[in-house]
């Protein structure tokens, strides 16, 4: 398949807001290409070259892009900045006022090839080549294609859908509709690789995503909590049940491959991102785990030696960091508790109770002798009454609340559901739990502000279904001037020039500036009321949700825009607010 061939598809994409649509164009995609090229384009259309786990690193700013442009299209350096900065975008430079033509096409396993070579370019006058690559890539391709190429390499390619949007694409390849979505889905659950998804559809066909296995090394979408305000809700809903302490760090997923001479140790963060560089600390305690290979869950939190305290997750996420590690571990000491069993020495526990996944791990982790890391805690309990009083306990200790747990239920990867339920503290009787937004753009500051450039921002949370983010927000309190300065700079980072597709939003509400749907940030409100304006849960027949009083909290970088929280969720804590 030639690569111009995927660019027409890729514009055809960009102008299309149909969710339906952009799935029968990524199917008919799909439909004509190989299973190795299926794999390719897969993430490319993702704007990646490989599965985030395994990562993109371009390291090729915008303004060495711009030097490479300008060479193409024979202008200035300066005269390239500007129509930059009138069209919002490089790549649009590039289609508006490129005229030259290749001598042949380039396939599409050619410029994947070409886009690793450019990646792995490092070192002394690493920037120089990579420029000479990039120029001899674009040169060969028309301008369409290298309008996308460019947004693949500065990471702005964006056509306004995710990984479930290809899900479905797959399922339309196959059979002209959605009815594989759920079976695609639990391949992709267990296996977050949506490339190789799709190569293996290909090549196989549905039996054997069906069949699919876990592999250590390749991370499994983590499980997920609901939410319910009280005990009494909790018992009422589940009945016995068991709870852990709910810690407030990072949720980590850990695969240990010990059949290697030297032991491979991987720590996958909750939005599935390679972190094992963070954590050199923790390897060689697990490295004595009597295992050949596991794949387990903990929580990460930074401990106070000294108070014997657990401290707040804008501390623990400060070991997030590339350089100064050794510094970091000293400074910002962790302990992991350990909180689930996925899979051990070629099998499976996903499909075990949780009950029986404790108890195997409990065994396990008889032989770490480091209190650094430790099996979690947890407490059977029969009665709103002990669980009310558990729950206390742990408020009293600093502790976020709980996870309660129900004793026989398996492991769903990737499903949110009442399997596990959060009880968080505040949250009895009215909303005072943080909910995970997604920033969406922002509006011109006013007064005092004006010197910021921005006044108030509007966030929204994520519809599955729809594949998109819907408006519940705009907040103007919760900051400092720093903060709203520093905000401006991460959105003016990842500004649009208009408001992307996958992003519902009232006329009333629409921002002065929109930015890609990619911030996550913790937001307090007092209630969710009903809302004739925003756009979260909103149909023909019901009014949408909003947030009472949203104030800023923080940020929450240990997630993607769709791991934020769901339309769904809203509308059980709007549901619990009566239900005191």
Not at 176 to 196: F, M, P, Q, R, W
Not at 219 to 232: G, Q, V
Not at 411 to 420: I, S, T
Request: charged share 25%; glycine share 6%; with cysteine.
């Amino acid at each position: 398949m030639h690569f111009a061939a995927v660019a027409q598809e890729f514009q055809q994409l960009e102008t299309t807001s149909s969710r339906i649509e952009i799935t029968k164009i990524l199917a008919q995609l799909f439909k004509n290409a190989s299973p190795h090229e299926i794999s390719i384009l897969s993430n490319l259309s993702l704007g990646m070259l490989r599965p985030p786990y395994k990562g993109t690193q371009f390291n090729f700013a915008e303004k060495n892009l711009i030097g490479v442009v300008a060479n193409l299209i024979d202008q200035s350096e300066k005269e390239v900045a500007a129509h930059t900065k009138k069209l919002g975008d490089l790549g649009l430079v590039v289609a508006e006022y490129g005229k030259w033509k290749p001598e042949k096409e380039l396939s599409v396993l050619q410029v994947y090839q070409a886009l690793c070579d450019f990646e792995h370019v490092s070192g002394k006058g690493s920037q120089e080549e990579k420029a000479d690559l990039a120029l001899k890539l674009l040169k060969n391709v028309t301008p369409l294609e290298a309008k996308f190429i460019i947004r693949i390499i500065l990471g702005t390619l964006r056509l306004g859908f995710s990984d479930m949007t290809i899900i479905d694409a797959y399922s339309w390849m196959e059979t002209g509709n959605k009815s594989l979505h759920t079976v695609i889905e639990d391949a992709y659950n267990k296996c977050v690789d949506i490339g190789y998804i799709g190569q293996l559809l290909k090549e196989r066909g549905i039996q054997a995503l069906k069949d699919m296995k876990i592999e250590v090394g390749i991370p499994i979408r983590p499980a997920a909590a609901e939410r319910l305000s009280t005990p009494k809700a909790i018992i009422e809903k589940i009945g016995d049940c068991v709870a852990q302490p709910k810690l407030d760090g990072f949720r980590l997923q850990i695969h240990i491959d010990n059949t290697h001479k030297k032991p491979r140790i991987e720590f996958f963060s909750r939005n599935l991102i390679d972190m094992s560089y963070m954590f050199p600390d923790l390897v060689e305690a697990l490295s004595h785990l009597p295992v050949k290979n596991m794949i387990c869950e903990g929580e990460a939190i930074s401990f106070d030696q000294h108070t014997g305290t657990f401290l707040p997750f804008q501390e623990t996420v400060k070991r997030k960091r590339k350089h100064g590690i050794e510094e970091a571990i000293t400074e910002y000491p962790l302990r992991v508790f350990l909180f689930d069993l996925l899979y051990v020495d070629g099998q499976e526990y996903l499909t075990k109770s949780h009950e029986e996944r404790r108890t195997k791990l409990l065994s396990l982790s008889k032989s770490i002798k480091n209190e650094s890391i430790q099996v979690i805690g947890e407490k059977k309990l029969h009665s709103a009454k002990e669980l009310e009083d558990y729950f206390l306990e742990n408020i009293d200790q600093g502790l976020e609340g709980l996870v309660v747990k129900k004793p026989d239920a398996i492991y769903q990867p990737g499903k949110r559901n009442f399997n596990w339920i959060k009880l968080k503290r505040h949250e009895e009787g009215h909303l005072e739990d943080t909910i995970d937004c997604v920033i969406l753009g922002y509006y011109s500051g006013s007064g005092k502000r004006v010197s910021f450039g921005m006044g108030a921002f509007l966030v929204g949370v994520y519809n599955k279904d729809l594949d998109a983010f819907q408006t519940v927000a705009k907040i103007g309190t919760g900051l400092k001037d720093e903060e709203w300065k520093e905000l401006k700079h991460k959105c003016d980072k990842i500004h649009v020039m208009a408001q992307p597709k996958n992003v519902i939003c009232a006329k009333e509400l629409v921002p002065d500036v929109w930015v890609s749907p990619e911030i996550v940030c913790m937001v307090r409100a007092d209630e969710i009321t009903l809302s004739p304006l925003h756009s979260a849960g909103k149909t023909e027949k019901n009014l949408g949700y909003a947030l009472r009083f949203p104030r800023f909290m923080g940020y929450r970088p240990d997630k993607q825009a769709v791991q934020a929280t769901s339309v769904n969720e809203i509308q059980h804590l709007y549901d619990d607010q009566f239900k005191k």
